[in-house]
């Protein structure tokens, strides 16, 4: 077992720029689950704004509106001081003005008087703010013209309840996509910048003319040769695997394995594992150069990962970008993780699909293995 323990005697010799990199792949998961978590606990909840209310009028219609602003924003009574309103802006104290100008509860049923407002120049909650108003007002002028006094029909304006909402769960998982499948996502940049760089590593150093020509001329077949350099390559992205996974149910344990899909996402990565495999090997036959096996290993682990939805969702790249992506192994396992994020039961034309993307993947790491071979036979009879 010569061949592998030098294997293994080179990967230890990597150890740092492993755990760099795993290092790397958890921060990046932490803080992708942080902000999704945040992203969910705000999706489909309604703003509450910092509101300074001036009431110049003091009229039954300003006092409604204000009780109707209270049920939805932080609503502040204040005088008009422009001044201390503008610092207290400046400051974001408050982040919407509403002024009542005298005499406008009369203005506004008999006319078409607007309130004077002042608000953060493109802020998407001053059109929310906008918004209400502009239902409170145009409320009360529908009641007004009904023959409602002010006093009632602030009443029945604010007597209004809000619609309920319920998610239609078409799809088996609420609308929502699980929070691991984010960690899923990112697990083709940790395989790749590893298996790369480490096999990468080990392969241009054993394919070195010095060292190869020794390995010629030992006892040991170059068959034998070869299975152990496979058994150890396997053992290292098998256990490199296998502590992925192990952060997976450590951050998402229950949750995960509650899914229908965690079979899909096992195979969908160790088929990716296997890709960066024959893309490991591949570079290594490639380079004996330590600093371009650094350029080839960025371009393909940050290159595949910026094209392919890695770390930009498939749904933001262009047309043109996805269309050259499709030639690109990593593509077909974002395009499944995808699909397994969005429907929590893999059904009919849905596992058509991803079983298109793994068997399409394993297409790639056989291309890929079939050149690798063929450079690694040039490289030997010296062509």
Known sequence: ?????????????????????????????????????????????????????????????????????????????????????????????????????????????????????TKIPGSYTS?????????????????????????EAVKAVNAVKEPSVTMLDSNGNAGEAPVYSYYFQYIPYLLLSILCYVLGNILS???????????????????????????????????????????????YGKEFLQSKNVPYYIINSLIMLVVALSLAYMVGMITNNTNALNGIVNILSLGMGFLCGVFVPLELLGKGVKTVAQFLPVYWYVKSNDLLAEYGSITGNVRTEILQAFGIQLVFAAAILCIAMVISKRKRLGT
């Open 127 to 151: 059109f929310y703010v906008d918004q209400q108003i502009n239902s409170f007002l145009n409320n009360m002028k529908t009641y007004n013209a009904a023959g409602y006094t002010v006093g």
């Open 1 to 117: 077992m010569t061949i592998f323990k030098g294997y293994m005697k080179i990967t230890k010799q990597n150890a740092a720029i492993i755990i760099l990199y795993l290092v790397v792949f958890f921060g990046i998961t932490l803080m992708i689950q942080s902000s999704v978590k945040s992203t969910m606990n705000d999706s489909y909840t309604a703003h509450s704004v910092k509101l300074a209310f001036v009431d110049e009028d003091g009229g039954e219609m300003a006092k409604g509106l204000m009780q109707y602003l209270e049920k939805y924003h932080q609503v502040t009574l204040t005088e008009n001081n422009k001044e201390e309103l503008q610092e207290n802006m400046f400051y974001s104290n408050i982040e919407y003005i509403v002024k009542i100008p005298a005499g406008f509860e009369e203005k506004c049923l008999d006319g078409d008087e607007k309130l004077s407002v």
């Open 205 to 251: 150093a054993f394919h070195k003319p010095d060292i190869q020509k020794r390995m010629q001329a030992s006892a040991v077949s170059a068959r034998r040769q070869n299975m152990e350099a496979l058994l150890a390559a396997s053992v290292f992205g098998l256990v490199l695997w296998g502590i992925s996974m192990a952060g997976n149910l450590i951050l």
